[in-house]
């Protein structure tokens, strides 16, 4: 037994040694590239692919590293993504260049939609319209506690020329539930059949969907701001703001069922097996511009793309059709954007602004709120006899869905300038960071005490 046991650390540190090495490759190659002379071979592009090239590398191992570490995967593109953005501090001017690559802010914004495309295909439309009472009151309150709280904390850190919508950005990125992370460990831990795992999986779903309605919601407040039509909050923009949102998401449920669904007929027919992804990745990437132009989140229509495509096509060819399921095609094509999206959000960390006390301050109050907000949701549970401390621990962690509202607030301009500054989002990463790692020994010490109850059919 014990010469097995070493066997086996043995392979897994070849196995890590084989990854870095692959990292390290990487790493040289796009060093020499960089400093070659690629002005006359369309450098743009050359650095472009090269770019990419090294992102993958790194999103891959990194996510296999965290992933034999018993974290999510997505941990991994993000802490490797922060050190390839801060390899200049180390003397590696290349860093510099890869961060600027042309095209890659591009690259990552794709990869951010079929990210949320995902989520909509797997969201179905009748069980989110069908949420329990408990599910949808843990939801509320796993948006409004967050948003205030965080407001709050805001207001009470940042400087007093920081603008109210600052704060109001700050609460709604503490909004956010990762589901996916979620599910995964709730999966690891065997407790997907559990009543809790339920209510966890259904209100962090609902969760998802207002607090993309939050975000359509700041962003047109945000934005009315930086057109000057408004320089505090008002009764109107709020009112515009949440009906935009809330009839966006509508009338998208509303075309699918009367626009999308007959079409469906059409991928039947069709002789060529790449028209199911094709029509698919279409209707996603332009519900995203149609988001867009009326003034809300890309990733807002592209959720809603997903959650109607879904639908349209379990109605018309039901569960049974594996051939036409879209979920399956997607996923290969996310697999290649949607690390690059992880990787490039990491690489807009700045390191250096850790040095500053302020900053780590107000990375360690945003992750405390973030945790107490989300266990309040264990207010939330009405049924008897479920763990509540497990339902509020299963809401904590942020995640990817955390890393988009920020990367959104990083990227929106008010008068030139972001809504979130560089110290402020490095702060929020390093939240998203804190909760996504305390979940999985907090979730597996909840359930601890109680999984083998729960799990237990009830009496007959």
């Not at 599910?135 to 009470?156: D, F, K, N, Q």
């Not at 809790?196 to 962003?219: M, N, P, Q, R, Y």
């Not at 047109?220 to 809330?246: F, H, M, Q, Y």
């Amino acid at each position: 037994m014990p010469s097995l046991l070493s066997s086996d650390r043995f392979f897994r540190k070849l196995a890590v040694g084989r990854l870095l090495t692959v990292a390290a490759v990487g790493a040289g190659v796009w060093a020499v590239a960089d400093a070659a002379d690629m002005g006359a071979h369309n450098g743009d592009v050359t650095r472009f692919l090269l770019a990419i090239s090294a992102i993958l590398l790194s999103a891959k191992v990194g996510g296999e590293l965290f992933d034999r570490l018993g974290q999510p995967s997505v941990l991994g593109e993000l802490v490797f993504g922060i050190l390839i953005g801060n390899l200049g501090l180390a003397g590696f001017g290349f860093a510099d260049t890869l961060r600027e690559a042309p095209f890659l802010e591009i690259a990552a914004e794709i990869g951010v939609i079929l990210l949320l495309f995902e989520v909509g295909l797997d969201s179905d439309l009748d069980e989110l319209l069908a949420v329990g009472p408990s599910a949808l009151t843990v939801a509320l309150l796993g948006v409004v506690a967050p948003i205030g709280l965080g407001y709050a904390a805001s207001a009470a850190f940042m400087p007093e020329d920081a603008e109210w919508h600052v704060h109001l950005f700050v609460g709604a990125t503490l909004a956010a539930t990762s589901v996916g992370i979620t599910a995964r460990v709730l999966k690891d831990l065997g407790a997907m059949g559990a009543p809790e795992s339920k209510v966890i999986l259904g209100a962090a779903v609902v969760d998802d969907i207002l607090g993309l309605t939050v975000l359509a919601f700041v962003l047109g407040l945000v934005r009315s701001v930086d057109a000057g039509a408004a320089t505090e909050i008002g009764a109107l923009p709020i009112l515009w703001s949440v009906a935009k949102a809330i009839g966006f998401l509508a009338g998208a449920v509303l075309m699918g069922r009367w626009v999308i669904q007959p079409l469906i007929s059409i991928v039947r027919k069709a002789r060529s097996t790449s028209m199911p992804i094709a029509l698919a990745i279409s209707y996603c990437f332009g519900m995203a511009a149609l988001a867009e132009l009326v003034g809300l989140a890309d990733i807002v229509g592209a959720f809603a793309a997903g959650l109607v495509i879904d639908d349209a096509i379990s109605r018309h060819f039901g569960q049974q059709s594996e051939k036409f399921r879209i979920d399956g095609l997607v996923a290969p094509i996310s697999a290649i954007f949607v690390p690059v999206f992880f990787v490039y959000m990491g690489m807009r960390v700045d390191l250096v602004s850790f040095a500053f006390t302020e900053v780590l301050v107000f990375a360690g109050i945003l992750s405390i709120v973030a945790i107490v907000s989300k266990l309040a949701c264990a207010l939330g549970v009405l049924e008897k006899g479920l763990n509540r401390w497990a339902v509020g621990v299963g809401m904590i962690p942020r995640g990817e869905v955390g890393l988009i509202f920020a990367g959104i607030g990083s990227s929106v301009l008010i008068a030139g300038s972001p809504v979130l500054s560089p110290d402020t989002f490095s702060s929020i990463v390093a939240m998203v960071m804190a909760t996504t790692l305390v979940t999985p020994p907090l979730l597996k010490l909840a359930f601890g005490g109680s999984r083998k109850q729960a799990l237990q059919p009830g009496p007959d």
